[in-house]
């Protein structure tokens, strides 16, 4: 009849530990979604590239296509290039999550690419993007990498 007695000790002594961390996730999870959000807001608010240097750490990672990767600070500028008129960007996140340790987040979403061309015409494409975040040393949150895959044109 102890070990019953010993189990449910155990378990009643681990659980606060449990909750606690699952309550920390939360918080963690809310971060994140609200940086991907301050993220798309600097971008309507400031321009692409303001937002993308703003929210980017330091050993930030762009990856594309061709065999390439862009890294660190002046990759921002060379992947996303300088504001050009006509363009909007706009996307939101339909799923985060952090990792238990609380040092890296990621969420993805559905994003909108708008331009308008030289002859007045708008073209919009739209896909999905994925941000993963990295909690710095000063306890902020910054992309370490972001990727876009386009929906397939419909036919």
Known sequence: MKLPALLLAAVLAVTPGLLAAASDKGKL?????AMEDAFCAMAKEKGLLAAFQH????????????PRVWRGPAAVLERIGPDQPGVKLTWS??????SDDGTLGYNYGRYEWRQTGADGQESVHTGWFLTIWKRQPDGAWKYVMDNGAPDKPKK
């Not at 929210?55 to 061709?66: E, L």
């Not at 996140?93 to 952090?98: C, G, L, N, S």
């Open 55 to 66: 929210f980017a750490a330091p050993d930030v990672a762009f990856i594309d296509t061709d």
């Open 29 to 33: 999870k809310a971060e994140v979604a």
């Open 93 to 98: 996140a339909t799923f985060t999550d952090v």
